[in-house]
């Protein structure tokens, strides 16, 4: 679908404001602005939850571009059985915001891999792309790629046009809506750009635009993410061997920086619901394992297979469970640190 654009011509002072959310949790944050990694240090000086930020030496890591077709909304066990009751999500806090998280698939992993290659390389040879090892998978750590969830047993994935198209729908009037470059937020060790859906009448910061330096854009369809760090561990470091247009994975020794994701916050008003069909969301639920840090309960997979079993009594299939993207992407053999 098409959404709405503005150029606003707006000036930002990028300075660090604090608040504290919904779960207790500091939050130092900029508005109307995506900092990348060297902005976002200027104006995190002084801040205590710097000490990931600025750490050193880091071991160098892919830079890829993600083009990204599908949302993802964890929850837990209180916020599925409001999901089956409303027939959809319905925002929470005062802020009247619905909450996304870009979910990045196999296939998505593997056409930024080509595509890094592509740009960086143009002149390979068949047999230099034949040859090329596949890497970025072993770089994809951070929790904004994992299978698991920080907030809940249950994942709802959806196409990103569809959520769009639903809130176009019931929240629009059937006009575009617009998408704006809403906040970027720092925690301790994670940052998190935040992406605005709100009607035409709410523009209130810049919107997306298709400019190639920017941290996330919007593009027939799919949200273009290019993100800033995306290790939860550095554990490999990349080596470009332009003498064989190829790139190659190391081992090296464990350090930590920060990660960054994208979050897709709906503005939706106090309480009200973005609805979809029951089977709609029965078909795009599985569950998750619980990560790190975890901020909610977690069911175990024979729980949570009865519960929503009792949910959705009629649908056909079994609960699955997420599965992660190193599963997918590589052989058992190489999971394991072993050779072919």
């Given at each position: 679908m098409t959404v709405k654009t503005f150029s606003l011509s707006l000036t930002f002072n990028p300075t660090m404001e604090r608040r504290t959310n919904r779960r207790g949790v500091t939050e130092h944050f900029v508005g109307g602005r995506h900092l990348k990694l060297d902005d976002l240090k200027e104006a995190a000086q002084g801040l205590e939850t710097r000490q990931y930020l600025f750490r050193e030496n880091i071991p160098a890591y892919p830079r890829p571009e993600f083009h990204v077709s599908h949302l993802k909304h964890d929850t837990d066990l209180e916020g599925l059985l409001g999901i089956k009751r409303d027939g959809g999500f319905r925002s929470?806090?005062?802020e009247s915001l619905l909450w996304w998280s870009l979910a990045v698939k196999p296939e998505d992993v593997t056409s930024a891999e080509t595509r890094l290659l592509e740009e960086t390389y143009p002149d390979r040879t068949e047999e230099q792309v034949q040859?090329?090892?596949?890497f970025l998978g072993k770089f994809t750590t951070s929790p904004a790629f994992l299978e698991t969830s920080r907030l809940g047993?249950?994942?709802f994935t959806f196409p990103v046009e569809e959520v769009l198209e639903a809130y176009r729908e019931q929240f629009c009037g059937g006009e575009p809506p617009v998408l704006q470059v809403f906040e970027t937020v720092l925690y301790k060790q994670e940052v998190m750009y935040v992406v605005l859906v709100d009607r035409p009448?709410?523009?209130?910061?810049?919107?997306l635009s298709d400019d190639p330096n920017a941290v996330c854009v919007y593009r027939d369809g799919r949200f273009i993410w290019?993100?800033?760090a995306i290790c939860n561990e550095h554990n490999f470091e990349l080596v470009q061997k332009?003498?064989?247009n190829q790139m190659e994975l190391f081992p090296c020794s464990r350090h930590f920086y920060v990660w960054d994701h994208v979050a897709i916050a709906l503005h939706?008003?106090?309480g009200k619901v973005l609805k979809f069909h029951t089977d709609q969301l029965r078909g795009n639920l599985k569950f998750c394992d619980p990560g790190e840090p975890q901020l909610s309960y977690f069911e175990s997979f024979a729980d949570a297979e009865e519960i929503v079993g009792n949910l959705w009594p009629e649908y056909p299939a079994q609960l699955e469970k997420q599965i992660s993207l190193q599963e997918m992407l590589y052989p058992w053999w190489e999971l394991l640190g072993f050779c072919r």
């Open positions: 929470l806090g005062p040859t090329q090892q596949s047993s249950y994942r009448a709410n523009q209130q910061y810049s919107s290019r993100p800033e332009p003498d064989v939706v008003g106090k």
